[in-house]
């Protein structure tokens, strides 16, 4: 089988490569597992990361351009994990650039693999984002969709294009609705959510952090290990299982800003947790906060989906990679 991965320079895109490989197969349309023959990696720019194996195919071109979606998208790609996207506080201050990454690319996409006739996966990385307004305590998988950011509206318009292009037949589409990934390596990027890993990463590696929201702000929270599995799962689900409702709200930890903190200073002591700094940015405050916090994710765990145990497993998880690429380094 090919599996194709749009994004596939980025962080969580490189991550998957990996774990695809390591795994070697993936569950097709057909319901077996076919090893996995061909591993295209899809980006505006080549990976840092240098798999060395002869089944990754590196493409670097624009997502955005037909033409590129035509060379990497053929009758042979069972599998796509479409991740590419314009992040959320680049989204809102570019909005042209949003539009064209997170919903004119998506629907070029699909429209390739419908010229295909093939009927592929498709696995699209949706978003918090998608909700916004007045919400009810708890989100369920069908709670009506009140976006309120440019980059929330996008990838709530390319979910309902997926759905149209599954109910016709086009492709074979699920949308994994992903929490706030954390913690994120390097350094913070254009997200509205990137203050999420830095006050962990960043006090973590003796740096001070900044916090621009309330500590009381409520956040809904991953893993990227278990981000991973779940795309993979996603993947493997059969579209008769999702009832026709193709998108699914992922499994992930309800915590405030107050109880990340809390964590960190349990984990890794006083001296690391007063590394962060509190300062107020509404910018910030006005988009994180329409995210919901709490979600009802009963159909997630029905399908096999999983989440993380605790937050303060998050960051043990990470200090784990951390000194493992340390080790590797020295």
Not at 45 to 66: E, F, L, Y
Not at 160 to 169: C, Q
Request: charged letters at 20%; one cysteine or more; hydrophobic letters at 40%.
């Amino acid at each position: 089988m090919k599996v194709l991965i749009t994004g596939g320079a980025g962080f969580l895109g490189q991550r998957l490569a990996m774990r695809l490989l390591e795994r070697g197969a993936v569950k097709g349309r057909s319901g077996r597992t076919e090893p996995i023959e061909q591993l295209v990696l899809l980006d505006i720019a080549a990976p840092k990361w240098d798999p060395q194996d002869t089944r990754v195919s590196i493409q670097v071109g624009d997502i955005a351009d037909h033409a590129v979606l035509e060379k990497a998208i053929d009758a042979d790609t069972g599998v796509i994990f479409h991740l590419a996207a314009v992040v959320s506080g680049q989204a809102e201050e570019d909005f042209a650039l949003g539009m064209r990454i997170n919903l004119d690319a998506s629907r070029n996409l699909l429209e390739v693999c419908r010229s295909r006739g093939h009927r592929p996966r498709v696995v699209f990385t949706s978003s918090v984002a998608v909700y916004g307004g007045q919400l009810p305590d708890t989100v369920l998988d069908d709670t009506a969709l009140r976006p309120q950011s440019s980059y929330g509206a996008q990838k709530a318009m390319a979910e309902l294009l997926l759905t149209d292009y599954t109910r016709r037949g086009f492709v074979d589409g699920i949308a994994l609705r992903l929490p706030t990934i954390c913690v994120r390596p390097g350094r913070p990027n254009a997200a509205a959510s990137s203050f999420v890993s830095g006050i962990i990463r960043e006090p973590l590696n003796g740096e001070r952090a900044v916090c621009p929201v309330a500590g009381g702000t409520r956040l809904w929270l991953s893993s990227p290990q278990r981000a991973i599995e779940s795309m993979i799962t996603g993947s493997e689900i059969a579209q008769q299982a999702l009832d026709g409702i193709t998108a699914v709200n992922l499994p992930g930890l309800c915590v405030s800003v107050d109880a990340m903190v809390a964590a960190l200073r349990d984990v890794a002591g006083d001296d690391v947790a007063n590394r962060i700094e509190w300062q107020r940015e509404p910018r910030i405050e006005n988009i994180v906060g329409s995210w919901p916090g709490q979600w009802d994710t009963s159909r997630a765990l029905r399908l096999g989906f999983a989440g993380d145990a605790s937050f303060s497993d998050v960051i043990r998880l990470y200090l784990g990679e951390l000194h493992s690429s340390e080790a590797q380094r020295g």
